[in-house]
């Protein structure tokens, strides 16, 4: 069972960048789609970006586009979520989540089926 581990979340002021991981314990990602999720408070969870790494497709929700980036390692075992220019409404829990990679990169949380623990990211001054 695919098991995946987030880490990189923590403090940052408007306009700053972070990094987000998404690390698979013992197993290759080659097979999967990952997608970057968040949730703030009283919201509903979100999809954010995520990658097919087997036709090596990307998708971002318009509120991201153009700010964050994802990709993946040479070695397909993690996924990162590079976050620029971020804004206090960007703050929330982000979560990776994974799916057997199929055809499309899809930004729906039905669409994945194993979730990391989640990783706080707070963007403020």
């Known amino acids: 069972q695919l098991q995946l581990v987030e880490s990189g979340g923590g403090l940052v002021q408007p306009g700053g960048s972070l990094r987000l991981s998404c690390a698979a314990s013992?197993?290759?990602?080659?097979?999967?789609?990952i997608g970057w999720f968040r949730q703030a408070p009283g919201k509903e969870r979100e999809g954010v970006s995520a990658i097919n790494n087997r036709r090596g497709t990307t998708n971002y929700a318009d509120s991201v586009k153009g700010r964050f980036t994802i990709s993946r390692d040479n070695a397909k075992t993690t996924v990162y979520l590079q976050m620029n220019s971020l804004k206090a409404e960007d703050t929330a829990v982000y979560y990776c989540a994974g799916a057997s990679a199929g055809f499309y990169t899809p930004l729906g949380e039905d669409d994945y089926v194993y979730w990391g623990q989640g990783t706080q990211v707070t963007v403020s001054s």
């Open positions: 013992g197993f290759s990602l080659d097979a999967y789609r």
